[in-house]
Structure formats: structure tokens, C-alpha cells
């Protein structure tokens, strides 16, 4: 039987930055974000004697996957296979299968598309078990195996990604509130489309040559907890300040480790420094966050949603996405 699955990106107010376990994606520290209802991404799984992948881009056109993202996609399905097994799961699992991806995300343009890629298959994979369906948990923990923030998919609404213990099920996520909860949008401006040259993996793995993640990792938790409040709370103020702590912070980090890895252009900085002036002036609810590349990602209310996209659209050279709060991966047939 075929499973079709459907998963979109997230966006991370806590970060992820660096591994206590490269192999599992475990992890150094928690992280927190909120799953977006767009792009979204399509896989498709089928039973089959090898594994093949084909795939196609937001334009619907066939994209093959270089020889690298062939073996990633193939050691998440391996790792997929081997912690089903350790929690009893494996039956009806084949030896293999042949995925079909479509995904709605242009490359490269700075939202975490490797996340909605593998938090899709994860789920596409847990609906291959055959009996009752896996738990958000373990959908979580099948998502990290091929993305870390792809843990952070399998829950709609808000998302932490917790460690407890040491094996490869020791990081999974957690429901903070659902896609009801709390209406938030994410107007992603893009300066740049260019690939990125060193992708995340790389980079986490490198993580720990900066000398400044281990303060970053003492101060995570008491940010988790002033994020965890603030959205139980709505107190967009307190979000605000404790998010955009964490991004500076984990640049930072990006920024002194060895080789070290910059981002940020000079586009974001000029964003980061108009959207402060716009928001003291015109009172808005509005926060900035960026992950690995040059892209800004302006969250904001309801009530100020309109004035950050008119922002938004006067940025010269950019082009610009619109999300908001999301539902999370789930099996469509
Ligand atoms: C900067 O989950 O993209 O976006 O496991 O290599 O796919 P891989 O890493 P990834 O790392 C996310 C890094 C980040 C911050 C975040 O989303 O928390």
C-alpha cells in the first residue's frame, strides 16, 4: 500500500545549534519553534525491492537528488528501520521503498526545507507499521533521524524539541500549544536566493570549536522556559526578547566557530535595523529571527501583520513568503 504524507517547515524562537550525538542528530540543547501551515511538502512511499528516490521541485518539475541528499535520505530511511525495530515496531515495514518527494519550497531560500522534507517522511515511514498508530513521539523521534529540527514537526501549533537520556529515542518533541492557540504569522524576507555554501549538518558539527556554546548552552534553558510562558501567556513582548536573545546568540556561536560560518548579510542587518525603527514608531507586535542564511523572518499578531507586510514588500531585491501557525505532518492516505 502507499502512504501520501504532508509536512511544512518551522521556524525556530529557541535554535538548535550542535549535536551531543552527530549519527542520532541528538541534540546539544533544547529548541522551541512554530510550525508553519506553508510550504508544504508531498512524499509519497512505496513498498519496493531497492531503494529509489525521485523528486520534484516547487514547479513541478523533476529534480534529481544529488549523490549526496541520496544517501542522506537513505541512511534516515536505514535509522528509520533500526529504531523501529528497537521499540517493536518493524512489522509491516519493507525492506525497502521508493519515495517520490514534491516539494513547494524553492530552494534555498532560507526556510528549513530539509525539515519539512524529513518530518514527511517520517511520517510517510510510521504509517508503513503496521497496528495502532506510532505516537507524535516516536514520529518525532523518526523526523530527527534525517533532520534534527524536523523533530519539531510532528505536533502542530507550537513545538519544543526536549532531551531526556542518552539513546537514539533520548530527543523527541513536545506540544507547547496547537495551531489554535495563538494566531502568529511569519512574513519571510528573502535578500538572497543563493545556495548556502555549508549546510547545517556540517555546520552543527562544528558547533562545539566555538568558544562561546557553552555559555549558550547554560543560558537555553532559562530561555525555553521565558518562551514556553510567553506563548502559554500570549505575551508577544516577552517572545519577543527572549527570541531574538536566542538568534543573535546562536550567530554568534556561528560566527566564532572554527572555520567560521556568517550567515547574515548586509541586507539582514539593514532589515533587523528598519524593522526596530518601524516597530518603536508604529507600536508593532513584531519579532525578527533568522536560521542558517541571510533570510529574515518577521513574526508578528494579527493586528500587525498588515503594516510588517507593507514592510516587507518595499524591501528592494527581496522577495517575500507569508505563513503563519501550522498544523503540523500527517499521513494523507
Ligand atoms: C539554524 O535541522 O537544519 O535552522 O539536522 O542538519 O537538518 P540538520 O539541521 P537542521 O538545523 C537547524 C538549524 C537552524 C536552527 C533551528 O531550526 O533550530
Not at 52 to 71: C, F, L, M
Not at 131 to 158: D, H, K, Q
Request: hydrophobic share 35%.
Amino acid at each position: 500500500m502507499n502512504i501520501i504524507a504532508h509536512s511544512s517547515p518551522n521556524i525556530a524562537l529557541i535554535k538548535y545549534w550542535g549535536n551531543r550525538n552527530d549519527e542520532w542528530r541528538l541534540p546539544a540543547a533544547d529548541s522551541l519553534s512554530m510550525v508553519l501551515d506553508f510550504p508544504t511538502v508531498k512524499a509519497e512511499i512505496e513498498p519496493a525491492k531497492t531503494f529509489t528516490v525521485r523528486s520534484y521541485d516547487h514547479a513541478g518539475i523533476e529534480k534529481p537528488q544529488n549523490e549526496a541528499s541520496v544517501q542522506r535520505l537513505k541512511k534516515h530511511w536505514e535509522l528509520s528501520k533500526q529504531f523501529l525495530g528497537s521499540i517493536g515496531r518493524a512489522k509491516g515495514i519493507p525492506q525497502d521503498v521508493s519515495i517520490t518527494i514534491r516539494s513547494g519550497i524553492p530552494p534555498a531560500i532560507g526556510i528549513a526545507s530539509s525539515a519539512a522534507v524529513f518530518s514527511c517522511l517520517a511520517e510517510g515511514y510510521s504509517g508503513l507499521a503496521t497496528g495502532t498508530p506510532l505516537t507524535r513521539e516516536e514520529v518525532s523521534i523518526l523526523g530527527r533521524l534525517g533532520s534534527g529540527s524536523g523533530a519539531r514537526n510532528s505536533f502542530g501549533g507550537y513545538v519544543a524539541l526536549e532531551n531526556h537520556g542518552e539513546g537514539i529515542e533520548s530527543a523527541y518533541g513536545r506540544q507547547i500549544a496547537d495551531e489554535h492557540h495563538w494566531l502568529l504569522h511569519d512574513i519571510i524576507i528573502v535578500p538572497s536566493r543563493e545556495e548556502k555554501k555549508v549546510g547545517s549538518t556540517e555546520g552543527h558539527a562544528l558547533a562545539a570549536t566555538s568558544p562561546l556554546l557553552k555559555e549558550r548552552l547554560e543560558q537555553i534553558p532559562g530561555r525555553m522556559r521565558k518562551c514556553i510562558d510567553a506563548l502559554q501567556a500570549k505575551d508577544f513582548e516577552k517572545l519577543r526578547r527572549a527570541s531574538e536573545e536566542d538568534a543573535l546568540d546562536m550567530h554568534r556561536v556561528m560566527q566564532t566557530q572554527t572555520p567560521p560560518l556568517e550567515y547574515l548579510s548586509d541586507a539582514t542587518h539593514r532589515i533587523i535595523r528598519d524593522i526596530e525603527k518601524l516597530r518603536t514608531n508604529d507600536n508593532l507586535n513584531v519579532l525578527y529571527t533568522m536560521d542558517a542564511g541571510p533570510t529574515v523572518h518577521l513574526i508578528c499578531t494579527e493586528d500587525s501583520k498588515e503594516a510588517v507586510e507593507k514592510f516587507a514588500q518595499q524591501q528592494k531585491d527581496c522577495i517575500v513568503f507569508k505563513a503563519k501557525t501550522g498544523s503540523g505532518s500527517h499521513i494523507v492516505i
